[in-house]
């Protein structure tokens, strides 16, 4: 059972070998909200593995996740923000992990379908 402001779930698409997965999110709940959240998946999936050198952001390893926070889609003023983090290639030529955030729905109504995010990778 998931902790009470999360979904449970997060979306994992790899683009290069096309699998889909549903990820357990009481792993990365201790890192807190989206921002957290997508800085844990993209160590775990882009750093860890340790076979690419994070020096090219358009490289099939680097991840784009897309991921709310714990009081998304609750009512409460201001938390419906969807954080996007990846390594980013807008300062080239050191290119950086960076994170932006956006507001709307979109975080409301990814969290009211279960999902706490979703991260595309490839």
């Known amino acids: 059972m998931a902790t ?3 979904g449970g779930k997060l979306l994992l ?3 290069t070998n096309k699998q ?3 990820l357990d999110t009481e792993k990365y709940e ?3 909200g989206g921002h957290g959240i997508a800085t844990a ?3 775990d999936y882009c750093v860890t593995p ?3 050198d994070l020096q090219h952001a358009f490289h099939p390893n680097n991840m784009v996740a897309l991921v709310t926070g714990p009081v998304s889609g609750t009512g409460v003023p201001w938390a419906a923000r969807t954080s996007v983090s990846g390594l980013s290639p807008q300062c080239y030529p050191i ?3 960076s994170h932006s955030n956006f507001g ?3 975080g409301a109504f990814m969290k009211m379908a279960g999902w706490d995010g979703v991260a595309v990778i490839g």
Do not use: E, K
């Open 104 to 106: 709307g729905m979109f």
């Open 95 to 97: 290119q950086w992990f």
């Open 41 to 43: 998946l993209f160590w």
């Open 30 to 32: 201790p890192f807190g």
């Open 20 to 22: 889909i997965t549903a």
């Open 4 to 6: 009470p402001g999360f």
């Open 13 to 15: 698409v790899n683009l």
């Open 50 to 52: 340790g076979d690419w």
